[in-house]
Protein backbone atom coordinates (compact mmCIF):
# COMPACT_ATOMS: atom_id res chain seq x y z
CA UNK A 1 0.00 0.00 0.00
CA UNK A 2 1.30 3.42 -0.96
CA UNK A 3 1.22 6.57 1.70
CA UNK A 4 -1.89 7.09 0.27
CA UNK A 5 -4.03 4.04 0.86
CA UNK A 6 -4.40 2.66 -2.58
CA UNK A 7 -3.01 -0.34 -3.81
CA UNK A 8 0.52 -0.23 -5.19
CA UNK A 9 0.83 -0.69 -8.94
CA UNK A 10 3.79 -2.95 -8.87
CA UNK A 11 4.73 -2.29 -12.44
CA UNK A 12 4.67 1.70 -11.70
CA UNK A 13 8.98 2.60 -11.34
CA UNK A 14 9.75 4.24 -7.97
CA UNK A 15 13.26 6.41 -7.34
CA UNK A 16 14.64 8.07 -4.54
CA UNK A 17 14.27 11.61 -3.54
CA UNK A 18 17.75 12.58 -2.81
CA UNK A 19 16.92 15.68 -0.91
CA UNK A 20 13.80 14.15 1.18
CA UNK A 21 15.20 10.30 0.99
CA UNK A 22 11.51 9.21 0.63
CA UNK A 23 11.05 6.52 -2.02
CA UNK A 24 8.03 7.62 -4.34
CA UNK A 25 6.81 7.09 -7.97
CA UNK A 26 8.64 8.42 -10.76
CA UNK A 27 5.17 10.32 -11.51
CA UNK A 28 6.21 12.53 -8.34
CA UNK A 29 9.39 13.53 -8.91
CA UNK A 30 11.84 15.18 -10.91
CA UNK A 31 14.71 13.68 -13.12
CA UNK A 32 17.84 15.50 -13.22
CA UNK A 33 21.26 14.91 -14.99
CA UNK A 34 24.17 16.58 -15.02
CA UNK A 35 24.64 18.93 -18.47
CA UNK A 36 28.50 18.32 -20.48
CA UNK A 37 29.15 22.24 -18.56
CA UNK A 38 28.91 20.44 -15.40
CA UNK A 39 25.84 22.00 -14.16
CA UNK A 40 22.80 20.28 -12.95
CA UNK A 41 19.48 20.28 -16.00
CA UNK A 42 16.17 19.34 -14.92
CA UNK A 43 14.66 16.59 -16.99
CA UNK A 44 10.46 16.92 -16.90
CA UNK A 45 10.24 14.38 -19.78
CA UNK A 46 12.77 11.97 -18.19
CA UNK A 47 14.82 11.56 -21.97
CA UNK A 48 18.28 12.92 -21.58
CA UNK A 49 20.83 10.58 -21.21
CA UNK A 50 22.85 10.64 -18.49
CA UNK A 51 22.83 9.13 -14.71
CA UNK A 52 19.38 10.38 -13.17
CA UNK A 53 18.89 11.61 -9.78
CA UNK A 54 15.67 12.54 -8.61
CA UNK A 55 13.71 14.69 -6.24
CA UNK A 56 10.21 15.16 -4.79
CA UNK A 57 8.39 17.85 -7.25
CA UNK A 58 7.99 20.40 -4.77
CA UNK A 59 10.41 23.85 -4.22
CA UNK A 60 11.67 23.51 -0.41
CA UNK A 61 12.99 20.23 -1.77
CA UNK A 62 14.55 21.30 -5.15
CA UNK A 63 15.93 24.28 -3.08
CA UNK A 64 17.32 21.86 -0.68
CA UNK A 65 19.00 20.15 -3.19
CA UNK A 66 20.75 22.79 -4.55
CA UNK A 67 21.60 24.73 -1.43
CA UNK A 68 23.14 21.62 0.26
CA UNK A 69 24.88 20.21 -2.64
CA UNK A 70 23.18 17.13 -3.09
CA UNK A 71 23.57 16.78 -7.10
CA UNK A 72 27.04 16.97 -6.18
CA UNK A 73 26.82 14.04 -3.73
CA UNK A 74 24.41 12.01 -5.75
CA UNK A 75 26.53 12.32 -9.11
CA UNK A 76 29.79 11.46 -7.17
CA UNK A 77 31.82 14.87 -8.62
CA UNK A 78 31.48 18.77 -7.96
CA UNK A 79 28.38 19.87 -9.81
CA UNK A 80 26.69 23.60 -10.33
CA UNK A 81 23.20 24.76 -9.38
CA UNK A 82 21.58 27.07 -11.40
CA UNK A 83 19.95 30.40 -9.64
CA UNK A 84 16.61 29.84 -9.50
CA UNK A 85 16.35 26.44 -9.94
CA UNK A 86 12.89 25.74 -8.90
CA UNK A 87 11.34 28.61 -10.45
CA UNK A 88 13.07 26.79 -14.31
CA UNK A 89 11.44 23.37 -13.24
CA UNK A 90 8.22 25.36 -12.30
CA UNK A 91 8.38 26.77 -15.87
CA UNK A 92 9.49 23.73 -17.67
CA UNK A 93 6.91 21.45 -16.20
CA UNK A 94 3.91 24.25 -16.88
CA UNK A 95 5.31 24.17 -20.51
CA UNK A 96 5.07 20.18 -21.11
CA UNK A 97 1.58 19.92 -19.73
CA UNK A 98 0.70 22.88 -21.43
CA UNK A 99 2.21 21.38 -24.70
CA UNK A 100 0.38 17.81 -23.94
CA UNK A 101 -2.71 19.91 -23.31
CA UNK A 102 -2.38 21.69 -26.75
CA UNK A 103 -1.73 18.22 -29.17
CA UNK A 104 -4.61 16.34 -27.07
CA UNK A 105 -6.57 19.54 -28.15
CA UNK A 106 -5.10 18.64 -32.09
CA UNK A 107 -5.84 15.29 -31.72
CA UNK A 108 -9.66 16.10 -30.50
CA UNK A 109 -9.04 14.30 -26.86
CA UNK A 110 -9.10 18.39 -25.23
CA UNK A 111 -11.99 20.41 -24.72
CA UNK A 112 -12.63 23.93 -23.30
CA UNK A 113 -15.69 26.30 -22.87
CA UNK A 114 -18.10 25.35 -19.51
CA UNK A 115 -20.86 23.51 -21.61
CA UNK A 116 -18.56 21.64 -23.88
CA UNK A 117 -16.58 20.67 -20.70
CA UNK A 118 -20.08 19.60 -18.46
CA UNK A 119 -21.62 17.75 -21.68
CA UNK A 120 -17.85 15.45 -21.66
CA UNK A 121 -18.17 15.17 -17.58
CA UNK A 122 -21.67 14.05 -17.77
CA UNK A 123 -21.30 11.61 -20.20
CA UNK A 124 -18.38 10.22 -18.59
CA UNK A 125 -15.85 10.90 -21.92
CA UNK A 126 -13.70 13.04 -19.41
CA UNK A 127 -10.99 11.19 -17.44
CA UNK A 128 -9.56 14.62 -16.18
CA UNK A 129 -11.05 18.35 -15.25
CA UNK A 130 -9.11 21.72 -15.58
CA UNK A 131 -9.62 24.34 -14.03
CA UNK A 132 -7.87 27.65 -13.75
CA UNK A 133 -5.89 28.21 -10.48
CA UNK A 134 -7.20 31.70 -10.84
CA UNK A 135 -10.53 31.15 -12.10
CA UNK A 136 -13.70 32.22 -9.34
CA UNK A 137 -13.75 29.76 -6.77
CA UNK A 138 -17.92 29.88 -7.00
CA UNK A 139 -17.46 29.28 -10.97
CA UNK A 140 -15.02 25.76 -10.41
CA UNK A 141 -17.63 24.02 -8.11
CA UNK A 142 -19.99 23.75 -10.67
CA UNK A 143 -17.95 21.15 -12.34
CA UNK A 144 -16.95 17.93 -10.72
CA UNK A 145 -14.25 15.94 -11.47
CA UNK A 146 -14.49 12.50 -12.83
CA UNK A 147 -13.45 9.90 -10.24
CA UNK A 148 -9.92 8.40 -10.31
CA UNK A 149 -6.35 9.52 -9.10
CA UNK A 150 -5.10 13.06 -10.97
CA UNK A 151 -8.55 13.33 -12.01
CA UNK A 152 -8.37 16.95 -11.45
CA UNK A 153 -6.05 19.50 -13.15
CA UNK A 154 -5.13 23.02 -11.40
CA UNK A 155 -1.90 23.87 -12.01
CA UNK A 156 -2.32 26.04 -14.67
CA UNK A 157 -3.50 29.54 -14.29
CA UNK A 158 -6.56 31.03 -17.44
CA UNK A 159 -3.77 32.13 -19.55
CA UNK A 160 -2.12 28.99 -20.21
CA UNK A 161 -5.29 26.64 -20.31
CA UNK A 162 -6.38 29.58 -23.18
CA UNK A 163 -2.93 29.03 -24.74
CA UNK A 164 -3.10 25.41 -24.90
CA UNK A 165 -6.35 25.88 -27.22
CA UNK A 166 -5.37 29.34 -28.86
CA UNK A 167 -7.48 31.27 -26.94
CA UNK A 168 -6.38 34.06 -24.35
CA UNK A 169 -8.00 32.75 -21.52
CA UNK A 170 -10.13 29.50 -20.59
CA UNK A 171 -11.22 28.47 -16.81
CA UNK A 172 -12.19 24.75 -17.68
CA UNK A 173 -10.99 22.17 -19.89
CA UNK A 174 -11.47 18.03 -20.10
CA UNK A 175 -9.58 15.61 -20.97
CA UNK A 176 -10.44 12.60 -22.49
CA UNK A 177 -8.63 9.03 -22.33
CA UNK A 178 -6.26 8.71 -24.82
CA UNK A 179 -2.24 8.31 -25.63
CA UNK A 180 -1.68 11.98 -24.20
CA UNK A 181 -4.48 11.62 -21.19
CA UNK A 182 -1.93 9.65 -18.91
CA UNK A 183 1.30 12.01 -19.83
CA UNK A 184 -0.73 15.24 -19.04
CA UNK A 185 -2.00 14.37 -15.95
CA UNK A 186 0.97 12.71 -14.41
CA UNK A 187 2.84 15.81 -15.59
CA UNK A 188 0.42 17.73 -13.56
CA UNK A 189 0.82 16.47 -10.32
CA UNK A 190 4.74 18.03 -10.44
CA UNK A 191 3.00 21.67 -10.26
CA UNK A 192 0.78 22.03 -8.12
CA UNK A 193 -0.55 25.47 -7.12
CA UNK A 194 -2.04 26.56 -4.66
CA UNK A 195 -5.12 28.44 -4.15
CA UNK A 196 -3.45 31.87 -3.88
CA UNK A 197 -1.32 30.89 -7.31
CA UNK A 198 1.70 29.77 -5.69
CA UNK A 199 2.70 26.63 -7.26
CA UNK A 200 4.92 23.56 -5.29
CA UNK A 201 7.27 23.20 -7.91
Known amino acids: MTRGGREK ?4 PERKCI ?4 VSP ?20 GKLPGRGMYVSADRASIAKAAAKGLFSRAARQPVKSPEGLADLVEALVTRRVTDLLSMARKAGDAVTGYEKVKEWLVSGRAVALLQASDGSERGKTKLRPPKGENSLISCLNAGEI ?9 IHAALAAG ?8 GSGKAGRSANGQRSA
Open 26 to 45: KAGLIRFVVGPEGAVVPDVA
Open 162 to 170: GLAFGRERA
Open 9 to 12: DQDE
Open 19 to 22: ATGE
Open 179 to 186: GLSDPCCR
